[in-house]
C-alpha cells in the first residue's frame, strides 16, 4: 500500500514519487497557454489561457478554492460550516468543486437567466442551486437587476441558514487568488514575455489580480478591459444595451474590487463579434469555449490591428469557461 505525503500526491513504498493528485483541489490551476496562430497568423501573436480546463471547468475555480482557504483560515468558516454565494453560475460551479471535497453544505442562487446547464452542473457535485425568476432580462440576458433579485434571495437564505457568505464581488481573497497564480503562471509559461493582458469583467477579479501581477513584472505592459458594446461603465459611456450575450460580465456597475490604476483603455464588442470569434476558436482551434471567451479573443484582434498595441506585442488573454455551459442563441442553432 502506497503511503499519503501530503496533499499533491503520494509516495510509493519503493520511494519513487508518482503523479496521483490527492483531491479535485490539487486540479485547479496550472493551467496551459495556447497560441492562437491560427485563428490569428499576425502580426503579433494571441496567446490563450485554458482556464475551462480547470475541474470546475472555469476560471473561477482559483478564487473559489482562495476563498474558502481564506474563510477557514480567519475562522469566519468552520469545518464543515454551510457556505452560500450569488452566482451567475461559474463562481458556483467552483464552489461546488471545493466544497465537495472540504465537506462544506452549499447553497447558490442564481437567475433563471442563467444557463440551465450551469445549474445541472453546480447540483451533479452536490451543491442546491436556487433558481431566481428575472424582473428584467431574459433567458441567456442577465442584467444587474436580475444579479440584485439573486443577492436578495441569497442574503434572506444566509441569516436563514446561518451560512458563510462568500460574496465574490466584495472578497479580496478573489483578485488575490489571480495576483498569485494566474499572473506568476502567465509570466513563467511565457517565458517572461508579455506585452499586452486582456480580459472581461465580472466580479473583477481575474483582470485585477493578473493585471497587478503582471505590471510588476513589466511596467510598460498594457492592460486592456473588454466590455460589452452598450454596457461599458468601465468606460465611462451610459448604459443603452444592458440585455446582452456575456453572462458573468458587463453588468453595467464598475466593480467594487475593480481600480482604474491597473488599467490602460477599454475595448467594446458586440453580441456578432463575441459569437463569430466563439466560433472561430472552435472552428479554427479546435476548443470549444464560452461567449466571455469570444469577447476576449475579438478584443485582443481589435487591439492588434487598431495600433493601440505594437503590431508585434504578445497579447494574453483567458478562455474563461467550456461552451458545454450554455444554450445556443438561436441564430447559432440555424447555422
Partial sequence: MAAVNGVNGVISENGVSNEIKA?????????????????????????????????????????????????????????GGPVLEVTS???????????????????LTMSKGNSAQRAIHMEALGAKCIRVPQVEGTYGNVTLADVKQAEAEGMRL??????????????????????????????RQTGHHVDVFVATVGTAGTFMGTSKYL?????????????PAGSEPIKGKEITKPLHLLQGSGYGC????FKFDYMDGTVSVTDEEVIKYKNLIGEKEGLFVGYTSGANVAAAVHLLQSGKVPKDAWVVTTLNDTGLKYTPVPDECDR
Fill in 23 to 79: 483531491s479535485a483541489l490539487d486540479l485547479i490551476g496550472e493551467t496551459p497557454i495556447v497560441a492562437l496562430d491560427r485563428l490569428y497568423p499576425g502580426p503579433g501573436r494571441i496567446l490563450a489561457k485554458c482556464e475551462f480546463m480547470n475541474p470546475g471547468a472555469s476560471i473561477k475555480c482559483r478564487s473559489s478554492l482562495y476563498m474558502i482557504q481564506n474563510a477557514l483560515q480567519s475562522g469566519e468558516l468552520k469545518p
Fill in 89 to 107: 453560475g461559474n463562481q458556483g460551479c467552483g464552489l461546488a468543486v471545493v466544497c465537495a471535497v472540504l465537506g462544506h453544505p452549499l447553497t
Fill in 158 to 187: 444566509v441569516d436563514e441558514l446561518g451560512a458563510y457568505y462568500v460574496n465574490q464581488f466584495n472578497n479580496e481573497a478573489n483578485a488575490e487568488a489571480h495576483y498569485k497564480t494566474t499572473g506568476p503562471e502567465i509570466w
Fill in 215 to 227: 505590471k510588476e513584472k513589466n511596467p510598460n505592459l498594457l492592460s486592456f478591459v473588454v466590455e
Fill in 254 to 257: 464598475v466593480p467594487n474590487l
